[in-house]
């Protein structure tokens, strides 16, 4: 949609300003931004006529997105909040209100007609809970959860599954609690009561490799018309120094698999161009401390130093620690990391959502595979207590060479300080365990993806003397993708409007 040019008063227009007055509130921001969508998804304005969606197209209220067939998309909303609309998906954004604040003027009133959708909430609904709903033709599903995936049924029927927290689903006959690893379902008939079920949600077909699309990579944030625009800096780069922290993940002789993990009291190095040489930290990795040097030879495939954090991906020699063998990593692999200064003094009794400012780009741990790097996507939410953090996260990680995807969805145990954690397993006879959730993602549908074994270890930190930035390092492990190894990588974000 067209962008929306703020008013500029100048010394001839006082006269205009002032009869213009009535007209300023009908200016304000718009409600989300498409992240990612495929051929075939259109959006239709409060006007009927449709388009094609596009990444980095803006959206508001009024707007009905339709996905197609085989269409899937990508949406984040001013307030954090991201939805991934499944094939043949019909979503409206019936009323959104949010201007950096919750002052009681925020609201996110949603429609899915049709399809399904993957949702985490933002901070909409955070203080009211009555100022975020999902209606469908059968049911109003509520927020007391932060992650679910919502669908409707192929006779009118609402299915709701929380990843996290728990959601409501109300209909004319009642009103249900879903809790996180359960499924909700208001029936198709509104004089019957929604009801716990065991009933299984369909996503739609698998969605073929899409090679248009580039890997996330520094200040990826889009104009309207598509184009690059670089992030604003409002936040220094990093120089050589002491006092940071930082989140990598690898694979390694030196621990005999793959980790992620988080490191302070952290003294890194930069060169002239600002990017990331060796560091020695009070972290352990089983042979010494963690101490990575990056060794002659290397390439930095991805550097970024930029807005309060540095991130990138080193392929060539890396010696962990001083007595640590050297491992090399090849093209199609790295050493991921994410660096920044942590925050003391946390936030206390507020909640802040946090969107993707960059990230590495995801790769396999073979050094023999062929699988090339991947895409990566998320949002956080973090609920600052008093002494206490939680974090929601909802990341998606997307291998299209090796034609699969993940989602890591769900809320931390209560920590203190900076860093934060948090793993998820699905083993067979023994379901989910963890704080998080770990389910085939936007490429991969199929049920057995994990039926055996998955796992997800995620390790990050807050930065900057607000917590304006977030940083983590993840790994994946899928036994059924075992030729290509276990899945790396690093991100970072800051701290929503």
Not at 264 to 278: E, K, L, M, P, Q
Not at 459 to 471: D, I, M, N, P
Request: with cysteine; aromatic share 8%.
């Amino acid at each position: 949609m067209p962008a929306r040019l703020p008013f500029k008063l100048n010394r001839n227009g006082v006269l205009l300003a002032l009869v213009s007055a009535a007209f300023a509130s009908q200016a304000h921001a718009a409600a989300g931004r498409v992240d990612f969508a495929t051929s075939g998804a259109t959006v239709a304005g409060s006007d009927g006529r449709q388009r094609p969606l596009a990444r980095g197209s803006e959206l508001d209220k009024g707007d009905t997105i339709r996905t197609g067939e085989a269409g899937r998309a990508q949406i984040r909303f001013a307030d954090g909040a991201y939805v991934s609309l499944q094939p043949n998906t019909e979503f409206a954004i019936k009323d959104y209100n949010f201007d950096g604040k919750a002052d009681g003027s925020e609201r996110g009133f949603f429609a899915l007609a049709r399809g399904a959708m993957r949702t985490v909430t933002g901070l909409i609904g955070r203080v009211n809970k009555n100022r975020y709903q999902i209606s469908t033709p059968t049911a109003t599903i509520g927020i007391r959860g932060t992650g679910g995936l919502i669908a409707i049924g192929a006779d009118g029927s609402t299915l709701v599954t929380g990843s996290s927290g728990i959601w409501t689903i109300t209909n004319p006959a009642g009103t249900i609690d879903v809790p996180a690893g359960t499924v909700g379902k208001a029936p198709a008939t509104p004089s019957q009561p929604p009801q716990q079920t065991n009933d299984q949600i369909s996503t739609g077909p698998s969605q073929p490799p899409v090679t248009t699309q580039p890997p996330f990579t520094e200040a990826d944030n889009r104009n309207p018309n598509g184009t690059v625009t670089a992030i604003p800096q409002s936040l220094p780069p990093l120089t050589t120094g002491s006092g940071y922290v930082m989140a990598a993940a690898f694979q390694s002789n030196a621990i005999e698999g793959t980790t992620a993990l988080t490191a302070d009291n952290v003294s890194a190095t930069f060169d002239s161009a600002g990017r990331f040489t060796d560091a020695t930290t009070s972290a352990s990795i089983g042979l010494g401390p963690f101490n990575p040097t990056l060794q002659p030879g290397g390439v930095q495939a991805e550097a970024n130093n930029m807005d309060g954090l540095a991130w990138g991906r080193w392929t060539g020699p890396v010696q962990l620690c001083p007595t640590c063998s050297i491992d090399t990593y090849g093209p199609n692999n790295g050493f991921h990391y994410v660096i920044g200064t942590p925050t003391a003094v946390m936030p206390t009794n507020v909640d802040a959502g946090y969107v993707v400012m960059g990230a590495t780009s995801p790769t396999y741990t073979s050094t023999g595979t062929s699988a090339g790097p991947g895409t990566f996507s998320g949002t956080l939410i973090a609920h600052f207590g008093s002494g206490s953090l939680t974090v929601d996260m909802n990341l998606d990680v997307v291998m299209r060479d090796a034609g699969r995807a993940y989602n890591v969805a769900g809320t931390t145990t209560p920590q203190s300080g900076p860093l934060f954690s948090g793993d998820a397993s699905f083993s067979f006879g023994l379901g989910q365990t963890g704080q998080l959730r770990i389910t085939p993602g936007t490429l991969n549908t199929d049920s057995t993806t994990c039926n055996c074994f998955c796992s997800a270890n995620v390790k990050g930190f807050f930065a900057g003397k607000t917590a304006e930035r977030a940083g983590l390092a993840y790994m994946i492990h899928d036994v059924s993708a075992s030729g290509n190894g276990d899945i790396v990588g690093a991100a970072a974000f800051k701290k929503s409007p």
